[in-house]
């Protein structure tokens, strides 16, 4: 082990190089569509598109990259001085939390998704005012009401009616 | 069967994921537009968007969907005058903006033989129902008695066209009733006759999209807009 890292830090300029091109990477390829795909900006196909490619391979590439990214940093870091280890720490935070961010859905922390959803008899459903506005679907002899107070948040959510599967979004 | 989750957003319509193939969908359409599943189109259920009150009278014995209690003991839900703050919110403008219509004017789309049509809201204020007629088909757009749900029917009985006009009832005043030219008969918000000749009959009901303009604009672009009097 030490072997290799003896042969890395006969390149060290050069692994400076990768490093740093690494980390700008991989927080790149998950920064972008994070700030490409937001509510009041425009989108047009192509920004779309490469945003999610970005988002389909950000999981892997950004696990690949960090290990990368750690094998480099810690050969660095045992020839190192005391101000280049603070540099590699300064680049390990972007690169690992842009690891952690590939695997997070933000748009679920803002609008929960609801995984188990209940629900109530008409006569029983207090929670709705009369005037509260419904997406109603009826299938077969069963009729829902999705209140569309409750949808605006869910977004999206997944039921069984009459013996269909379907999906309620707003 | 797919399973969905929200997973992004493209100019103010959301984007959802399925979890089995990670492919993107569009939700005001319901068509994939990225990933494995790309150029799929999911199934439109037929749905109404109706009032609480309305949909109670008209379903007796439903279900109804039951909010989150964590979050609903945040507030985190909308408050009941909702529409009022949506709609004054900005809408982003992309390249090929229709200034025809303000971009958060309320439109009733709807979307039948090919072509399209956005009728806004105020117009169908002014007059219910509105009787028009898209590429072939004769449809009428018809106000509710809550002053805000709207349903789209084809104006066809057993291959005969009808024509249909609102009809007040002294007796049940605010109740939505209409009558057809043709036979005299009644027919209630649900698109079925009540009294007369076509007593029993239920007109074919067609798919409504309430939505902004600029919204509608984007997923419809070569919609026309409904003028009163036009017809």
Partial sequence: MTRFFQWLNTRRKLNWLVLLLLVIAVVAIVLTPFF?????????????????????????????????????????????????????????????????????????????????????????????????????????????????????????????????????TY | MLHFHLAGINNQNFIMRDEETGTWWQQVSGKAILGPLKGHQLKEVFHDELSFALWKREKGDGRVLKPDEKIAAANEYEAADWELRVGRMRAVEGTD?????????????????????????????????????????????????????????????DGRRLEFFEKVDKATPAAVQLIDSETGSTWNFEGRAITGPLAGKQLKKISVLEDFWFDWRIYHPDTSIYQIGAR
Wanted: aromatic share 10%; hydrophobic share 50%.
């Fill in chain 1, 36 to 168: 490409k795909i937001m509510p009041f900006k425009p989108q047009t196909p192509r920004v779309m598109e490469i945003s999610y490619v970005m988002r389909r391979w950000s999981p892997l590439f950004t696990i690949a990259g960090s290990v990368v990214i750690l094998t480099l940093s810690i050969a660095l870091w045992l020839r190192g001085r005391w101000w280049s280890r603070i540099v590699l720490l300064l680049l390990l935070v972007p690169a690992l939390g842009a690891t952690w961010l590939a695997r997070q859905n933000q748009f679920e922390w803002m609008f929960n998704p609801l995984p188990n959803p209940a629900y109530a008899k008409s006569a029983e459903a207090i929670f709705v005012n009369d005037t509260d506005r419904v997406m109603a679907v009826t299938i077969g002899n069963e009729s829902v009401a999705y209140p569309i107070r409750i949808m605006a948040y869910h977004h999206v959510v997944a039921d069984i009616v009459g013996g269909t599967p379907i999906t309620a």
């Fill in chain 2, 97 to 157: 903006v229709d200034k025809r219509l303000a971009p958060r004017t309320l439109v009733i789309g709807i979307a039948v033989a090919g072509k399209s049509v956005a009728y806004p809201f105020s117009a169908l204020e002014k007059q219910s129902p509105i009787v028009d007629t898209i590429g072939a088909v004769p449809i009428m757009v018809v106000l509710g008695d809550d002053k805000r749900s709207v349903r789209a029917f084809e104006r066809t009985v």
